[in-house]
């Protein structure tokens, strides 16, 4: 069911009839009175809109704005402008394996995340913002409050069409993370921030991967090969660093991928591989590590297989301004 916004609705109905807000909204609470209490306040919206002729549906078909794009939609079709690409990355469960990535679009109504599965990661390769993109047989899903649109193999993904221009994007104002204790966390949250001293922290970790997309590229008998494309010979290496974060309430494991690492350690990219010949050369930064204070921000997430909460950082300081923080508690 496409999950059409609660206001949404009434501003819809208001405008369709001569009622006012207050009037809807008893005509809604009288109807989920008459049923028991067995209808939530969304439902009884849609059938107060149906009994009072209002198509709530009207206006969401077609190539949409990104301001109506909602979540339960189908087949969804859309134009926007690129504002970020994000990295590609492979996952294996239990149940499936691939790859998965994602970008951001916009239009003059706001901006989406796009996600994009399998096959069709490759067309993020080489995107970039300010690239138009088409998107058509999309199928859009809520995440945690988050309106996603997901592209599977057979949705129609087209970067720079003929013809299709979009004149900007409206300004993206970024969700604030909400500092949490790691007490607190319960795997479900999606954009939170801890600071805490690293108590442990481990080598790192490489990974072979393509140089054209940066997907897992996988042993063979001679070499590796890449999922999208086939053989590679000039391998190139990815990498991550698990350090162990405690704040005074617990600890928690935190992963940091790429980028991530190399503004954890300070380094760049080459500095940080040359760790994977000589992983004795590392001890040094390690200790340098241990007792800083950082600020990450990131997700929560329960690995399933160890049955532990664990925290995937997407952005980290490590050098957090102490009269800011203090500040910050006493507000």
């Known amino acids: 069911m496409i999950q059409i916004p609660y206001e949404e609705m009434i501003n819809k109905i208001t405008e369709a009839t001569s009622l006012s807000k207050e009037d809807i909204e008893k005509k809604i609470q009288d109807k989920c009175k008459a049923l028991s209490g067995l209808i939530s306040k ?16 009207d206006g969401l078909t ?8 909602l979540p339960g939609m189908r087949a969804v079709e859309t134009i926007g402008k690129v504002v970020a690409v994000y990295e590609v990355r492979e996952f294996h469960t239990e149940k499936r394996e691939g790859k998965v990535g994602s970008l951001l679009i916009g239009d003059e109504t706001g901006s989406i995340r796009v996600v994009a599965w399998g096959e069709q990661t490759a067309k993020l390769s080489g995107l970039k913002a300010g690239d ?15 309106t996603e649109i997901h592209l599977n193999d057979r949705s129609l993904f087209q970067i720079n069409p003929a013809g299709e221009i979009v004149s900007g994007v409206k300004a993206v104002v970024p969700s604030q993370a909400k500092r949490t204790s790691i007490a607190d966390l319960t795997g479900a949250e999606g954009n939170v921030e801890l600071l805490g001293t690293v108590v442990q922290a481990f080598e ?12 897992r590229a996988k042993p063979q008998e001679k070499g590796f090969v890449c999922q999208q494309h086939g053989t590679v010979t000039d391998i190139d290496f990815s990498y991550l660093i698990t350090i162990f974060l405690d704040d005074g309430t617990n600890n928690i494991r935190t992963v940091f991928f790429r980028d991530q690492v190399d503004s954890l350690l300070g380094k760049a990219k ?5 760790f994977k010949d000589k992983p004795e050369t590392f001890e040094p930064l390690k200790q340098q590590l241990l007792g800083s204070i950082i600020k990450v921000t990131g997700r929560a997430k329960r690995n399933e297989m160890f049955d532990r909460l664990e925290f995937a950082a997407n952005a980290v300081e490590t050098k957090p301004d102490p009269e800011a923080e203090l500040r910050r508690l006493s507000s």
């Open 42 to 57: 969304d439902g009884a919206a849609h059938i107060i809109a149906n009994e009072l002729g209002v198509k709530l549906m």
């Open 62 to 69: 077609g190539k949409l704005k990104v301001d109506k794009i």
């Open 132 to 146: 138009i993109v088409r998107i058509r047989d999309g199928f859009v899903k809520d995440n945690r409050g988050a």
């Open 204 to 215: 790192p970790k490489f990974f072979e991967v393509c140089p054209s997309c940066g997907g």
């Open 270 to 274: 080459q500095e940080i591989i040359a």
